[in-house]
């Protein structure tokens, strides 16, 4: 049984909500997150990504960082760029790109779910990146951006979806990266709360290390307040979350590019390839199939079928791209040993499509490009449903969530006081 619940929202006036929410803090550096915070003192990146108002070349681990994260979520509390309703809801948040759009709820779901497995991961986390954000989440006492959940279609939900976003929103706006928002408050949040006790499970579809932190954070508090467990309780023993039905989402690849140290470069690299299954040269290299990749190596585009005969495809693990393209050519052509911590690889996400792909390594010149077949869904609930793990950066989640749009307090320290309630 899934257990989720009502919170009392802090966000930014909703005629505001354009200009002040921001992208996610993990999709982009410190210099673009500058960019794009401009001259705005109210843009949430001043809240993810506090170093911004620091000298260059801070160490955004560093102590001052967090601290600076307490002073601007305080001072937006504080001057009403944020705002705190003063009784509890559930929300439905609906993002919209060109042919595609997926509609979640917005609610707090349970930390010890997440302990227990009835919320399911299927990526292990690195625990520099679980520190961080545990320390950001300490440091504010709040949830400040979302776990991307996904569950199994449930007709009851999709139906009290179907109603309540058929009236007027609260908020709606188009993002500049093309990305239209909107946002509604639901009449009944009870009906939502006892739907999702008949969905026997979710499942982290991005921000393994949100969730994390979330129990993480969940259970010192709970140690500094005396308390033997994280038995929801508290307010902190939840967490932000949007739950979107598993037939709606889009994955797209996360593709790599791998500098050769002289390795697979050269005349022979197809001939090292071509032992590995069948080469087709000239081919679209957007155009993917199950146990293929494209490559792009010598200023050129080339596809490698691999032999489908040597592939399980009954392990949900072995049977991915990502593993197959790290079994079979990562780790015996390039060295490629640990794809998380191996500085000689790089991820790049789907949506910057092939022709990124190709310009950086162009640029780098010692480099080689693949371009991955997406994981599906499907794969994804089998994987973590079989209590398994992908290998890192195995999915590309697009649209991303959108940073301040909805912010949960644990109201575990003073910040509390600081917030304006306003009702709505």
Known sequence: MLRVKAFEAIHPPYNRAAAIASP?????????????????????????????????????????????????????????????????????????????????????????????????KHERTRPDK??????????????????????????????????????????????????????????????????????????????????????RAAREIANEHARSAVDGDAESDWFLSVLFPASQLSILPYNRIVTTRGQLSGPDALKTLAQLGTIHEGTDPAIQAAGSFGIYLDGQWIRLELDHDSIDWTDPIASLD??????????????????????????????RGCDELARRVDAHGDAIAFSLNATTIDQLLAVADAGMCMPPKSTWFEPKLRSGLFVHSLDSTSISTHVMSQGT
């Open 130 to 215: 679980e520190d961080d954000r545990t320390r950001h989440v300490r440091a504010v006492d709040a949830n400040t951006g979302p776990v991307f959940l996904t569950y199994r279609d449930h007709d009851p939900i999709n139906h009290l979806v179907t109603m309540d976003s058929a009236t007027r929103p609260v908020f709606h706006f188009q993002s500049p990266d093309g990305v239209t928002h909107t946002g509604w408050r639901v009449a009944d949040p009870d009906a939502y709360i006892a739907g999702f006790t008949e969905v026997p499970a979710a499942y982290v579809a991005d921000g393994h290390h949100r969730a994390a932190s979330a129990a």
């Open 24 to 120: 996610p803090y993990d999709v982009m550096s410190t210099a673009e997150a500058r960019v794009l915070a401009g001259d705005d003192p109210d843009n949430f990146l001043h809240v993810i990504r506090p170093e911004i108002d620091l000298p260059e070349g801070t160490d955004p681990h560093t102590d001052a960082v967090y601290a600076t994260a307490t002073t601007n979520f305080k001072r937006l509390l504080e001057s009403g760029a944020l705002l705190r309703d003063s009784d509890a809801g559930i929300f439905l948040y609906r993002q919209a790109i060109p042919g595609h759009s997926q509609i979640g709820l917005v609610c707090c779901c349970r930390v010890q779910d997440y302990l227990d497995d009835l919320i399911r």
């Open 322 to 351: 990502v593993s197959l393209l790290h079994d079979r050519i990562l780790e015996p052509l390039l060295g490629i040993q640990d794809e998380r911590t191996d500085p000689n690889i790089e991820f790049v996400g789907g949506i």
